[in-house]
């Protein structure tokens, strides 16, 4: 029988999500396969978590495309991509602890990638006045990557019920991003 490599790293990513420390015979457990069978697809934990780092930028870029950043104003854009990408909120969580995945030459061009289309979002939000100009588009774009991270764990510890990850997430975010009158009155 086949070895269903997308199954393996979704159990992978489930478990990883859960237990961050998780050994390769655990992840195997959590598959269903010997721990031979994964170390002939996956030569170690770097090998497995570059594969779940290739997964993790795909869903993203599923979201961005999902979300449809151009349609509409930007704040809608934003909850529309919250939305498209909860379903991977747990997986893109794990992967923002692995610094590896971030630092020297090795990093992924898919990261880049994703915060370029997160970073022209923002700034058209500021562009049109729908966001603060003080909070500049890179920071917004990492503030969002810490929200999902910190929703994806709270809702995995039960601390928060999944079906307020979104509405959360948004509202804190945006919350903070948006411009008010004053600000506006300001600013002229």
Not at 130 to 149: K, S
Not at 167 to 186: F, K, N
Request: aromatic share 6%.
């Amino acid at each position: 029988m086949a070895l269903d490599r997308d199954q393996v790293l979704r159990s992978a990513a489930a478990l990883l999500t859960r237990k961050s420390t998780a050994t390769m015979d655990e992840v195997a457990k959590a598959a269903g396969i010997s721990r031979a069978t994964l170390h002939r697809h996956f030569a170690g934990r770097d090998a497995l978590v570059r594969a779940l780092e290739a997964l993790g930028i795909e869903e993203c870029e599923a979201a961005l495309e999902a979300a449809r950043l151009d349609e509409g104003p930007a704040g809608q854009a934003v909850h529309r991509l919250i939305q498209a990408i909860e379903p991977s909120a747990g997986l893109l969580a794990f992967l923002y602890t692995e610094n590896q995945l971030f630092e020297g030459e090795e990093q992924n061009q898919g990261w880049a990638r994703i915060d370029e289309r997160l970073t022209a979002l923002f700034r058209r939000g500021q562009e049109s006045g729908e966001f603060r100009i003080d909070l500049t588009p890179a920071w917004l774009t990492e503030a969002l990557y810490g929200l999902l991270a910190s929703g994806a764990w709270a809702v995995a510890e039960g601390r928060v019920a999944a079906k307020d990850f979104t509405y959360m997430i948004v509202e804190l975010l945006l919350g903070g991003a948006r411009r008010t009158h004053a600000q506006r009155r300001e600013e002229s």
